[in-house]
């Protein structure tokens, strides 16, 4: 079988409007084989490009009859994973959702281990922006949310009410995680004061957050 029938074969049962990497075809030829096979179905429009190297099955929307367009958020998830990059909500998001703002990012942006950049769909745009690994720790799960935010709000921003809010949605186990983060000197001393007064936090000893703070510290 072809290149360009095994990846017709495969792309017509891929959901319609929602955006793919030309990687999923990587077992399938050549980069140059897939890219003719995928330029070749662009062309006669059973497929869409809507970034480099992301492609979709058009869809049609039943209220305008015009093509919808994909979010673009969608499209940086796709890519983040074909690139093998991290991303991380950005602080300013993570603040919001721990209750701590009620302001919402004019143009939605993410922290990532790949390149700062751009990601357009239609007028819709995306922003990502390079940080370092520690502030990529847990991505994706609450004690990323929280590390993020921490980091976001800074040295000034973590009064004790503050942290003291932030640590009450988490349970034992995120907070142990928290914990055993890499984090600066100022950012483990803010947790450990409010943590060390909280008694609903008492199951985690005194020698284990010593500990944490001896091998975890940046």
């Known amino acids: 079988m072809s290149v360009a029938k095994a990846i ?11 955006p793919f990497s030309r990687k ?46 994909p979010n673009p958020i969608d499209i940086m998830l796709v890519l983040a994973k074909a690139n093998g990059e991290t991303i991380q909500i950005h602080g300013a998001e993570a603040v919001r959702r721990l209750g701590l703002s009620t302001q919402m990012q004019v143009v939605p942006t993410y922290y990532t281990s790949g390149t700062a950049r751009e990601i357009k769909a239609g007028n819709a745009v995306v922003r990502l922006r390079h940080v370092s690994s520690a502030h990529l720790q847990h991505a ?5 949310t929280v590390l993020t935010a921490l980091y976001y709000l800074g040295k000034k921003g973590l009064s004790a009410q503050v942290v003291s809010k932030i640590i009450d949605t ?5 907070l142990g995680k928290l914990k055993a983060c890499r984090m600066p000197g100022w950012m483990r001393s803010a947790l450990l004061v409010v943590i060390e007064a909280a008694p609903h936090h008492a199951s985690i000893t005194t020698k284990a957050i010593n500990l944490n703070a001896n091998v975890r510290h940046l």
Not at 8 to 18: A, C, D, F, S
Not at 46 to 60: D, I, N, Q, T
Not at 140 to 144: E, P, Q, S, W
């Open 24 to 69: 999923v075809f990587a077992q399938a030829g050549s980069r140059a084989a897939v890219d003719k096979a995928l330029s070749s179905l662009v062309k006669t429009g059973f497929l869409e490009r809507v970034a480099r190297g992301v492609y979709m099955r058009p869809k049609m929307s039943i209220y305008t009859g015009c093509r919808v367009r």
């Open 140 to 144: 994706g799960t609450k004690v990323g």
């Open 170 to 174: 988490m349970n034992t186990e995120e």
């Open 8 to 18: 017709l074969n495969r792309v017509k049962y891929m959901r319609k409007g929602r």
